[in-house]
């Protein structure tokens, strides 16, 4: 059964930085298209960035470009989102995304809370 389970989300004042981390189980890691994605209250999911199953660059939502580094440690199953320079409209949930090309995304962790106070 594949697993997601994110980690590392928390309160942080703006201008901070956090590093979320997926850890991945029950899937063959390497083979799958990684994303991050996040979900505000009162607002639709949004996709944040993705990384493809190599690590080549992947997708990045225009308002974290430069801050926002998506990336991948096969060997350890795990993927990362480092988020620097953080604002107060990145307050969200944030979920990680596994897709098996050409699939689309459709094994999803649980979300951790991010929190970033003015």
């Known amino acids: 059964q594949v697993q997601l389970v994110e980690s590392g989300g928390g309160l942080v004042q703006a201008g901070g930085s956090l590093r979320l981390s997926c850890a991945a189980s029950?899937?063959?890691?390497?083979?799958?298209?990684m994303g991050w994605f996040r979900q505000a209250p009162g607002k639709e999911r949004e996709i944040v960035a993705s990384?493809?199953?190599?690590?080549?660059?992947?997708y990045h939502l225009d308002s974290v470009k430069g801050r926002f580094t998506i990336s991948r440690e096969n060997a350890k199953n795990t993927v990362y989102l480092q988020m620097n320079s953080l604002k107060p409209e990145d307050t969200a949930v944030y979920y990680c995304?596994?897709?098996?090309?050409?699939?689309?995304?459709?094994?999803w962790g649980r979300g951790t809370q991010v929190t970033v106070s003015s």
């Open positions: 990384i493809t199953r190599s690590g080549a660059s992947g």
């Open positions: 995304a596994a897709a098996d090309p050409p699939r689309q995304f459709d094994h």
């Open positions: 029950g899937l063959t890691f390497s083979s799958y298209t």
